[in-house]
Each structure stands twice: as structure tokens, then as C-alpha cells.
């Protein structure tokens, strides 16, 4: 059983609600409010009606007398005290779905959330509290007390919304928080932390422009109010930007997370899953590579002894010569949703649409492109909207790119060249340099 403030005040069995009236379902919830404390006659009076009738007492009386048979039903016979003209109500914390809710946020916010495991700490137990904290609290108790509790506890939910958002985007699970975080800076959009936890939600997930956005509506929320924009509100729009790598997921940011393992997530049309699947295993030379399909992705998590270089180049290469389907393909290192949001995202359709001939494209995290060979960063464009890199495999340069050239009139004099004609070397002489232009670099005479 359990007593509930949240949506309809009552005591609930089995998930059914006790037969209470409706004067003595406030009463209950004032008491569960004060956490077992006593409550004096006169506060009672004032949470039951906003003017109180001459008759306060004897209705009082009678509301105590109803509630204290519903407890009893319930098995709290003496949970109900009085004395020196005070009330109390004694019921294990446990069982008061308020005082649950205060309890697992202050777990939250005393793990420590500057580790992964402290982090799925705060996690579990934020997801458990905002579970029990559904619906409108105090419904149905229609007096200005109330009114100003209600308040209370609507703003002790939004504070959890947010510090849940901040958890699951330190996990890496920031697209799942766009939702929360959007409608939390939509009615607050002059709150300077739900500003930078919104613009750094939609950063990470890919949506840079939208980031920007955010801070656009703060501005201007703030000069409605005659108000300046904190210059923690001008740095995080400035990190966004820039790309700070310091925006990434604390997870992401750990010692060693750079040696973790890679996650893959695949994207074809659904009816290529199976085949495309089945290829996975001669791509990487390896037999023990966990695979799954799910949410229309084909997702693989590669062994840890594989190293980057050999999956972004061996590979994958080896997979875009055996593909005969569009595929793109999302690497990101240990996060699924980071894999899952470069596949997906535009700038891959993009160059493999503009590949002609070319059946895979790929598109990696920012930390992966740092251990891309030198020689090959040539051949990656930059992916404005998920904060990464893209590459068709197969060509030097990314598709749609011309080769930088000068114009005849930038072009110096072909005295740079050093040629050999039959083993001598003619330095600095127009005739062989205009003909080694034409010859060679589809120059005209």
C-alpha cells in the first residue's frame, strides 16, 4: 500500500484508492506533507477552507474521525494522533510517495556524478523518483494553501527533470533528453542553466543551429526583463561554436575512454539487414563480432583488441568493396546513440548521394578523426551537423570537392619545376615546364 500526494490525494491498496471523502483527502495530504510533524488546529482550518466557517472545529473533527477510520482499514489504526490541540500523522516514509521522491533526488545529487558509475547511480535513482512524481500534485485540493504547495512541489519536479537531464547527457544519452530539456527551456527560457543544458543537449545530438537558437531565445527573454546575459551564458555559446571537445559526454572524457572499444551502428533499407549482416564477419576478419538490429539500425560492438585505424581503415574499406546496397555507417567510440545519430545524419546522405558509383559512406565521432592517419584526413569532410567527420571510401577527396588549383593568373612562372629528360635535369626553363603542365596536369599548350 501507499499513501499519494501526487495526482489524486489518497491511500491506495493494491493500487486502489481507499473509499475517503474529499474534505478528509485534504486533510490527509496536509498532514503527509509535514512529514509527521504536528499540525495546529488553525493551519488545519486554513488548508481546509480560505475562509474558515464558524462550524470549523466540528467539521474539523469529523474529517479527523473519517480519516482515522480509513487508516484503520488500511492497518494503521493509531497512525492518526492528537494532542494539546495538535494533529500528526506517523506512516513509514517508505509508503509517502513525496517523501520517496525527496529521498532518491537527495541520493542523486550526493552520488558522485564525476564518474560513470556515480553517474548510473544518480540515474537509477532519478528515473524512480520522477516515476512516482506523475500527473498534477495535490489534485482536486482547491484552496490558495494548496495552491501555493502545488507550486512547491511542481518546481521540486522540474528541478529533478533537469538534474535527470544532466545525468543522461554525461552518459551519453543526450537525444533521449531533447524532449525534457526543450519544454523545460520553453517555460523558462531566461534560466541561464536550463539554457546551457538545452543548447548542449541539441549540440551533441546534431543540431547545432538549433543550439544557437537557445541562446537567441534567452537574449531575448532577458531583455524583456532589462536583464544582461551572464557571461556563463556567453561562454557556452562560444564552446558551441568552436566544437569544444570539453562539451563531449563525461563518459566519453574518462582516463583510457580513448582505448575503449568502437561501436558501429549501420543504416540500409530494412530488407538489406540480413545480407548486410552476413558481411560483417568477412569485412573485419573476425568471427566474434556482437551484432544486433534494432530501431532500423544494424548495430555491432567490435571486439577491444581491434584497433581504430584498422576498423576506419581495413575494415570498413573491405566493407565498402563487398556492400551493393547504400549503406552509412556511424562510428563513434563505446556510444550507440553517438553511432546511431552519425549515420543518420545529413551530411553522410549528402556525400554518399554526391559518390557516384560508391555504395558506403562513413561518418565518425570528433576524437575518432584525431587518430585518422595525416595522409588520409585529406579525404574527410567536415559534418557540421553531428560535430564529426565524413569519408567515402574509395576517394582521395570527399565527392562534390575539386582539387585546389590556382587560376592562370595566380600561377607563376614554370620556373619551379625540375624535369629529366634522358637522365639530365633542366631547371627553371619555360619550354619543359610548359610541357610537363600539359602532359601531366591537363594543362594547355
Given at each position: 500500500m501507499d499513501f499519494r500526494v501526487w495526482e489524486e490525494v489518497g491511500i491506495y491498496v493494491e493500487g486502489h484508492r481507499a473509499d475517503l471523502g474529499r474534505k478528509a483527502s485534504w486533510l490527509l495530504a496536509r498532514l503527509l506533507l509535514n512529514g509527521g510533524r504536528p499540525v495546529s488546529l488553525e493551519s488545519l482550518y486554513e488548508w481546509l477552507w480560505d475562509d474558515p466557517p464558524?462550524?470549523?472545529?466540528?467539521?474539523?473533527?469529523?474529517?479527523?474521525?473519517?480519516?482515522?477510520?480509513?487508516?484503520?482499514?488500511?492497518?494503521?489504526?493509531?497512525?492518526?494522533?492528537?494532542?494539546?490541540?495538535l494533529r500528526s500523522l506517523k506512516v513509514p516514509d517508505g509508503l509517502v510517495d513525496v517523501r520517496k521522491f525527496s529521498t532518491l533526488v537527495g541520493r542523486a545529487r550526493s552520488a558522485d556524478r564525476r564518474t560513470a558509475e556515480g553517474l548510473r547511480g544518480a540515474a537509477s535513482a532519478l528515473a524512480e523518483a520522477l516515476a512516482l512524481a506523475v500527473g498534477d500534485p495535490l489534485a482536486g485540493v482547491a484552496t490558495s494553501r494548496a495552491a501555493g504547495e502545488r507550486l512547491q512541489l511542481q518546481a521540486a519536479r522540474r528541478d529533478a527533470q533537469q538534474l535527470a537531464a544532466e545525468v543522461g547527457v554525461e552518459l551519453g544519452h543526450h537525444r533521449e533528453q531533447i524532449e525534457i530539456v526543450t519544454r523545460l527551456h520553453s517555460a523558462h527560457p531566461e534560466d541561464a542553466a536550463i539554457t546551457s543544458l538545452t543548447a548542449r543537449t541539441l549540440y551533441l545530438s546534431g543540431r547545432a543551429a538549433d543550439a544557437v537558437d537557445?541562446?537567441?531565445?534567452?537574449?531575448?527573454?532577458?531583455?524583456?526583463?532589462?536583464?544582461?546575459?551572464?557571461?556563463?551564458?556567453?561562454?557556452?555559446?562560444?564552446?558551441?561554436?568552436?566544437?569544444?571537445?570539453?562539451?563531449?559526454?563525461?563518459?566519453?572524457?574518462?582516463?583510457?575512454?580513448?582505448?575503449?572499444?568502437l561501436v558501429l551502428a549501420l543504416k540500409t533499407e530494412a530488407r538489406g539487414f540480413e545480407s548486410l549482416r552476413a558481411l560483417i564477419p568477412d569485412a573485419f576478419g573476425r568471427d566474434d563480432i556482437a551484432v544486433r538490429i534494432t530501431t532500423g539500425h544494424l548495430l555491432c560492438d567490435l571486439p577491444q583488441d581491434i584497433s581504430p585505424r584498422v576498423v576506419l581503415g581495413r575494415g570498413l574499406g573491405r566493407l565498402s568493396d563487398l556492400v551493393r546496397q547504400p549503406v552509412s555507417a556511424g562510428v563513434a567510440m563505446g556510444d550507440f546513440d553517438r553511432a546511431h545519430d552519425l549515420a543518420n545524419s545529413r551530411s553522410a546522405f549528402e556525400q554518399l548521394r554526391a559518390a557516384s558509383g560508391s555504395y558506403l559512406v562513413i561518418a565518425i565521432s570528433s576524437e575518432l578523426y584525431e587518430l585518422v592517419d595525416r595522409l588520409d584526413r585529406v579525404a574527410y569532410c567536415r559534418a557540421e551537423d553531428v560535430n564529426g567527420w565524413v569519408r567515402v571510401p574509395g576517394h582521395s577527396l570527399p565527392p562534390g570537392r575539386p582539387p585546389e588549383t590556382q587560376s592562370a593568373e595566380q600561377k607563376p612562372a614554370q620556373k619551379s619545376y625540375s624535369v629529366v629528360f634522358n637522365g639530365t635535369t633542366s631547371i627553371g626553363t619555360q619550354h619543359n615546364g610548359d610541357a610537363v603542365h600539359h602532359n601531366y596536369f591537363g594543362g594547355e599548350r
Open positions: 464558524a462550524s470549523a472545529e466540528t467539521e474539523l473533527a469529523k474529517q479527523v474521525g473519517e480519516l482515522r477510520d480509513a487508516l484503520a482499514q488500511a492497518g494503521f489504526p493509531d497512525a492518526l494522533q492528537s494532542k494539546g490541540g537557445t541562446f537567441t531565445r534567452h537574449r531575448e527573454a532577458l531583455d524583456e526583463c532589462g536583464l544582461r546575459v551572464s557571461q556563463e551564458i556567453q561562454d557556452m555559446q562560444t564552446r558551441v561554436l568552436r566544437d569544444d571537445p570539453g562539451l563531449q559526454p563525461l563518459v566519453n572524457q574518462e582516463p583510457g575512454a580513448s582505448e575503449g572499444r
